[in-house]
């Protein structure tokens, strides 16, 4: 005996025992056509359209099993009949059946999404000292992106200043704090860049 719901496509010669062979859901489709009888040309050829169309509808299809598609136009999204049992439990996004390495594609997109609302965009800009001063005003239309993981990498006069030395008040993210000053008239580039801790290295890499 067959473990159920069995819906494979076969052409056994007995006739098939959709009872104990299939499965039923107690839907019209049971019992279409009746044995013995001839079945109905408009019946057949409305089965043929549910399959070709996905039952598209702005109504949830009559009749179902476990696995089968819909086109809700109302929504206008393809979903799929998912849950335990012939007819299974309800109707879900297609993105929650399609499977990608142990998750599902809406999982997939849910977490995909997290990650990236984090993404921050690179940032530049570029000006002069009017005077001594030890820090460099960030522009108002770029201080809402600055985050805790948001590093200035400073050039003066065409140098880079040490990352380490440059550093953003993270409670106040509207200045770069500079620990050696800017003289008059130095000429400075800014570069904010998104560097996490894990990838801040604040001690010194010792070379040869």
């Known amino acids: 005996m067959a ?6 496509f076969v052409l056994p010669a007995p006739l098939i025992d959709f ?6 859901t107690g839907q019209q489709h049971d019992s279409f056509p009746s044995g013995g009888q ?8 409305m089965a043929l359209i549910a399959l070709l169309a996905n039952q598209s509808s702005h109504h949830e299809p009559i009749n179902y099993r476990a696995g089968s598609l819909w086109y809700d136009l ?7 009949r998912t849950g335990e049992g012939t007819a299974g439990s309800s109707w879900s996004s297609l993105a929650d059946a399609i499977g990608l390495d142990g998750t599902t594609l809406a999982q997939w997109y849910t977490e995909a999404s997290a990650l990236l609302a984090n993404v921050k965009p690179q940032a530049s800009f570029s000006g002069h000292a009017a005077s001594t001063t030890y820090q460099i005003p960030i522009p108002v239309s770029l201080q809402p992106d600055v985050s805790d993981d948001i590093r200035a990498m400073v050039w003066v006069n065409g140098l880079l200043r040490d990352p380490r030395e440059t550093v953003i008040n993270n409670a106040c993210p509207t200045h770069i704090n500079l620990t050696d000053s800017l003289q008059t008239n130095d000429r400075f580039t800014v570069y904010l860049t998104r560097v996490d801790d894990d990838h801040f290295i604040a001690m010194d890499v010792v070379a040869g």
């Open 74 to 80: 109302h929504e206008t999204l393809l979903k799929i």
């Open 38 to 45: 001839q079945a109905r040309y408009d019946w057949f050829r």
């Open 19 to 24: 009872t104990n062979d299939v499965g039923e």
């Open 3 to 8: 473990v159920l719901p069995d819906n494979r």
